[in-house]
């Protein structure tokens, strides 16, 4: 692991890490879209992907910027195994659970960082303030997918008459 010199640089790098985890996820989930809806799940991964790899970059700069080194991408997924995915497939109900999670998990990221930029402010002075308000900007967006369009792109499942969920139709 990259020696972590104070609680700020720790979250700079989560950050750049989260962004490359969630990035490889998202083209993973683009891969391996199947069924009826693969053109949907298909298209919003590559699109959603395409974001995060220009997030990806934007927080690798930030580290550097902060003097903070970065681990090369093809390591940073090491020890987060449990947050890469693994399905071979994934069918529309399948894919949009796993994006809902892939933001989740970048969320929380980016909201420990915001929450450390804030509170780090008054060192970095405008400086701070400027990349606060992008991060901000970032987190709003990935917050009105996950709470407003993934929610409602999510079908519920049928329940059976015991009011179990029941294998979402394909
Ligand atoms: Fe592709």
Request: glycine content about 4%; aromatic content about 12%; proline content about 4%.
């Amino acid at each position: 692991m990259i020696e972590i010199k104070d609680a700020s640089t720790m979250h700079y790098e989560g950050a750049y890490m989260a962004a490359v985890i969630a990035a490889n996820n998202m083209k993973y989930v683009h891969w391996n879209a199947v069924g009826k809806q693969f053109d949907r799940i298909h298209n919003m991964a590559s699109d959603y992907y395409d974001k995060l790899a220009d997030e990806m970059d934007f927080f690798a700069e930030l580290c550097l910027q902060n003097r903070v080194p970065i681990k090369n991408p093809c390591l940073v997924c090491d020890g987060y195994e449990d947050i890469i995915f693994t399905n071979s497939e994934f069918e529309y109900r399948d894919g949009m659970l796993a994006i809902q999670t892939i933001i989740q998990n970048y969320l929380s990221f980016l909201g420990t960082l915001s929450a450390e930029l804030a509170s780090i402010s008054d060192r970095y002075g405008p400086n701070a303030t400027s990349q606060q308000s992008e991060i901000d900007a970032i987190y709003a967006y990935w917050s009105k997918e996950l709470d407003y369009k993934l929610s409602r792109r999510i079908p519920q499942l049928p329940k059976d008459e015991d009011g179990v969920a029941v294998e979402y139709p394909e």
